[in-house]
C-alpha cells in the first residue's frame, strides 16, 4: 500500500492496487499508472432501498477526443427560437415485436446464479456490456463492482468494495471501468467511506484512488468517455478536472461561465461536446476542443421535463405545448442555432424520463414507456411502465434498456439497435 496525497487536498489518501483475474477482455495490456482522484453518491439501506438503488441513476457520455487545453473558453448565446415540426409522432405506437421483431427486444433477470442482484449504472456505447454493482438481496454483504457482457448476459467481477462503503454509481466506456460511491444526497457532508477507483477491462488490475471516511468529491458529477475521467471537487464546485486514464494526467476544465454543481450536480460528454447546468437550471454545452461555451437559449428549465440529453448528433429535450409535448434537436458543430421539432407526443403534460441513443428516442410519461424510430419514423409501445418510482431508462451508442419486474423478480429489457429489423 502507497500514500498518496492528490493536489486537490492537503488531506492524505490512500492509493492501493489489487491484481484480480482477467475480466472478459483480451489479457495482457499493463495497467495504467494513476493519479489525483474523482466523484458521486448513492447509500442504501436494507432490500427496499437496493431495489430503489436500481431504479435511479441516470447516465451520460460516450467517444471523446483530446481536449486541446484547460484554458477559460470564449462564450456564445444560441438565440434559438422553434423551426416548424419536421416529424410527427404516429397516434398509435406499433407493438415492438411488429415494428422490429419478436426477438427485437431481450429480457434478462437481474438476479445472479449466487442470489446477488445486479444494479446496472451504464453500458458501453458499443453495446458489448452493462457496467453497476451486485448486493445480496438482504445487504448482508458488502457491494460489488461487476460487468455484464452482451449478448450472454454473463456476471464478471471486478472488485469488492469495503464492507461500510455506501452503493457506487458505476460508468465504463468499453474500455475502462469507473466507480465513486457516495451518500445519497447531494451536498452531505457527514462522514461516508467514500471509494473511487477504475480497472482496465482487459488488464484485470484494480486502481483505488480514494478510500477514506471523508465525503471530498461532489457526489453527482461523474463522467467517463473514450479513457477520461471527470469529476469534480465538493470545495470547488465551478471547476471540472480531466484524468486521462491511460497515462494518469490531469487536467483542468474551466468554462468562461462557471459550473454550478453545487446546483446542478449532473454533467453529460460525447464526442467534443460537454454538457453542463447552471444554478437556474439553464443548459450549456462546452466544446472541449475550441473552448467555445454555448448556452441553450430556446430549453426552458424548470419545465417539470427531464433533463436534456446529449447524443452524438446534439442535444434533445423535451418541450411542453399546447397540445402536448415536442422533442427538440439542436444539431452541434453547425451553423445553426434553431432546434429541429423530431417527434411529438400528444395529449401529455410532462415526461419523468427521456433517452436517447443512435436511433431511438424513448420517454417515460408515467404510463407506459414509448420510442420513437428516428430511421423508421415510427412510434413503437415499449412496456407499461412500471409502478415503482424512479424506473431506470437508459440509451448509449447502440443501446436502449429498462428495468422491469415482470415476472415478481427484478430483470432488464435490453434493444440493440444493431440487431433490429
Known amino acids: 500500500m502507497v500514500s498518496h496525497e492528490p493536489h486537490e487536498s492537503g488531506t492524505p489518501t490512500k492509493k492501493r492496487v489489487v491484481t484480480l ?12 499508472p494513476a493519479q489525483d ?51 410527427t409522432a404516429a397516434p398509435t405506437p406499433i407493438p415492438a415485436a411488429q415494428a422490429w421483431g419478436a426477438q427485437a427486444v431481450q429480457f434478462h433477470p437481474l438476479t445472479l446464479p449466487d442470489g446477488s442482484l445486479f444494479i446496472p449504472t451504464d453500458s458501453a456505447p458499443d453495446g458489448s456490456l452493462l457496467a453497476g454493482y451486485t448486493a445480496q438481496a438482504n445487504r448482508s454483504g458488502p457491494y460489488r463492482i461487476a460487468a455484464i457482457t452482451l449478448p450472454g448476459f454473463t456476471a464478471h467481477l471486478i472488485t469488492t468494495l469495503p464492507a461500510d462503503a455506501p452503493a457506487p454509481v458505476v460508468r465504463t466506456d468499453g474500455q475502462f471501468v469507473a466507480w465513486i460511491g457516495g451518500p445519497s444526497a447531494s451536498g452531505q457532508q457527514a462522514p461516508v467511506h467514500q471509494t473511487i477507483g477504475y480497472s482496465r477491462l482487459n488488464s484485470g488490475i484494480v486502481v483505488v484512488l480514494y478510500d477514506t471516511n471523508q465525503l471530498r468529491y461532489n457526489p453527482g458529477v461523474m463522467a467517463l468517455v473514450d479513457g477520461r475521467f471527470y469529476y469534480s471537487l465538493t470545495k470547488t464546485p465551478n471547476v471540472l478536472t480531466m484524468m486521462d486514464l491511460a497515462t ?74 399546447t397540445t402536448g409535448i415536442h422533442i427538440e434537436h439542436l444539431a452541434l458543430g453547425g451553423a445553426s442555432t434553431t432546434p429541429e421539432q423530431v417527434a411529438a407526443i400528444p395529449n401529455t403534460a410532462s415526461l419523468t424520463q427521456l433517452a436517447v441513443n443512435d436511433r431511438l428516442i424513448a420517454w417515460n410519461d408515467g404510463t407506459n414507456l414509448t420510442a420513437w424510430d428516428r430511421s423508421h419514423k415510427m412510434r413503437v409501445a415499449l412496456h407499461a411502465a412500471p409502478k415503482q418510482s424512479g424506473t431506470t431508462l437508459l440509451a448509449r451508442g447502440s443501446l436502449l434498456w429498462f428495468l422491469t419486474a415482470d415476472t415478481h423478480q427484478p430483470g432488464i429489457d435490453i434493444i440493440d439497435t444493431g440487431q433490429l429489423g
Not at 22 to 31: D, E, L, S
Not at 50 to 72: D, K, N, Y
Open 248 to 321: 494518469g494526467n490531469s487536467q483542468r476544465i474551466a468554462p468562461q461561465v462557471s459550473f454550478a454543481f453545487d446546483h446542478q450536480p449532473e454533467i453529460q460528454v460525447n464526442g467534443v461536446n460537454l454538457l453542463y447546468f447552471l444554478a437556474d437550471g439553464s443548459a450549456h454545452v462546452f466544446n472541449l476542443q475550441t473552448q467555445q461555451d454555448t448556452a441553450l437559449a430556446s430549453y426552458s428549465p424548470g419545465s417539470g421535463q427531464p433533463l436534456p440529453q446529449l447524443n452524438d448528433d446534439g442535444v434533445f429535450w423535451a418541450q411542453a405545448v
Open 37 to 87: 482522484a474523482i466523484p458521486h453518491r448513492q447509500v442504501w439501506g436494507g432490500a427496499a432501498a437496493l431495489i430503489a438503488a436500481m431504479l435511479l441513476i441516470v447516465l451520460f457520455p460516450r467517444t471523446l477526443h483530446p481536449p486541446a487545453s484547460a484554458t477559460t473558453g470564449t462564450a456564445a448565446t444560441a438565440t434559438a427560437t422553434h423551426a416548424a415540426p419536421t416529424a
Open 21 to 32: 483475474p482477467p475480466t472478459p477482455a483480451a489479457q495482457g495490456q499493463a495497467p495504467p
